[in-house]
């Protein structure tokens, strides 16, 4: 029999780790033939929780899971992970400035990844879920040298999927008609949902949406504020679709993307497009055997170029901050 995967899962006990966790132990999140062993990260006050979970996860009696433990302990939680979900982090809470966010973040992921430096195994992958989630990988990549910097990324899965589905309900397509769509940037109201490559039905999207209007001053902001939509309708913030999310973003990278089409995803940048070197950004990738590449050689309108460069300077802007803050 095969040995198990471990996918440690922090910020366990909170509503997105509800919705996540399983999923995991069901076989969505790496294939219906991988055992998985969880392990949950939680702070003191989120243990009791994450047990009642845990309780929940035994009385699925999912075939594939094959243990569970529960720890506060970050240097315990990544001992031998495969795969880790860092859903966990410090929210914004009202009158907190952006320096206080990043540093409480700084405060979480600066360890975590000192931990998953130190502790997991070698074919650790990362996805940080928890936000600001592009900087939060930034400081964890740069707190774990000996990991290869490309195996830290951030998830804008939700907001590539958010764009599919506003897309298809203009179109009146299948959003298993939409391909080869991208979110460029920052995972913030700054992003890039970009349907100039995207096609629908093997038609050009936006030669078939043919409306820059809308374009502009509905499915751009629509997608980019769907979280506060999301919170203001439902009074807490998206989990399902976030957990749905996460899964998707590790279950592309394991298993590689489609033939013909790419996926959205937050990794350290090689410099492509102009965006500058090291800083966790989305771009479209293929995925292939565990491993991702840059779509390369999309041309970029200025249309696109505006916006993608404004998402970017914000990344920058955050690079900066945390680097003052002597977080990388
Ligand atoms: P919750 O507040 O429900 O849960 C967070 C959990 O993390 C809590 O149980 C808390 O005890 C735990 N936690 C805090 N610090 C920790 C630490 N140092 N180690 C381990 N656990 C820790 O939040 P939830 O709704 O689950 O959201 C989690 C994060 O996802 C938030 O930062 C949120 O902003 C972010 N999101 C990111 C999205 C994305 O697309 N990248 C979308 C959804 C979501 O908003």
């Given amino acids: 029999t095969r040995t198990p995967v471990n996918v440690t899962v922090t910020g366990a006990a909170g509503q997105i ?25 939680e702070i003191p006050q989120g243990l009791k929780a994450a047990e009642g979970t845990a309780m929940e996860l035994d009385d699925c009696a999912f075939p594939l899971l094959r243990g569970i433990e529960i720890t506060d302990d970050a240097n315990a939680a990544f001992s031998g992970a495969n795969v880790a ?4 982090a410090r929210p914004r809470t009202k009158g907190m400035e952006r320096g ?47 990991v290869p910097a490309e195996r830290f990324t951030a998830m804008t899965r939700l ?14 397509a299948a959003v298993t008609d939409i391909k080869r769509l991208t979110i460029w940037g920052n995972h913030s109201a700054t992003q890039y949902p970009d349907i100039f490559h995207a096609e629908i039905a093997g038609k050009n999207a936006a030669e078939t949406v043919n409306d820059e209007q809308w374009l502009a ?20 913030s998206s ?15 394991v298993n590689g993307t489609p033939a013909g089409d790419w996926t959205s995803m937050g990794i350290p940048s090689d410099g492509s497009y102009g965006v500058p070197e090291g800083i966790i950004s989305s771009f479209p990738v293929t995925t292939k ?17 505006a916006r993608i460069d404004a998402s970017v300077k914000e990344l920058t802007e955050e690079r900066d901050a945390v680097r003052e803050l002597g977080l990388l």
Avoid: M
Avoid at 17 to 41: E, H, M, N, T
Avoid at 85 to 88: I, K, W
Avoid at 159 to 171: E, F, M, P, V
Avoid at 218 to 235: D, H, L, N, S, Y
């Fill in 217 to 236: 001053d509905t499915f751009i902001p629509t997608v980019a504020k769907r979280g506060a939509a999301i919170i203001e309708a439902r009074g807490a």
């Fill in 17 to 41: 780790g509800y919705a996540l966790l399983f999923r995991i132990a069901s076989g969505q999140l790496l294939g219906a033939d991988v055992p998985v062993s969880l392990r949950l990260l």
């Fill in 159 to 172: 907001d590539h999927n958010r764009a599919i589905s506003q897309l298809a309900a203009k179109t009146g």
């Fill in 289 to 305: 055997d565990g491993r991702y590449e840059i779509v390369q050689g999309l041309d970029i309108n200025d249309f696109s170029r």
């Fill in 85 to 88: 979900l860092l859903v966990g």
């Fill in 239 to 253: 989990a399902a679709s976030a957990a749905n999310a996460a899964i998707d973003h590790v279950h592309t990278w």
């Fill in 100 to 146: 206080d966010l990043l540093s409480a973040n700084g405060g979480i992921f600066k360890p975590q990844g000192k931990a998953i430096n130190d502790h997991a195994a070698d074919d650790i992958k990362v996805l940080v879920v928890g936000n600001p989630a592009n900087t939060n990988a930034l400081i964890a990549q740069a707190a774990a040298p000996d």
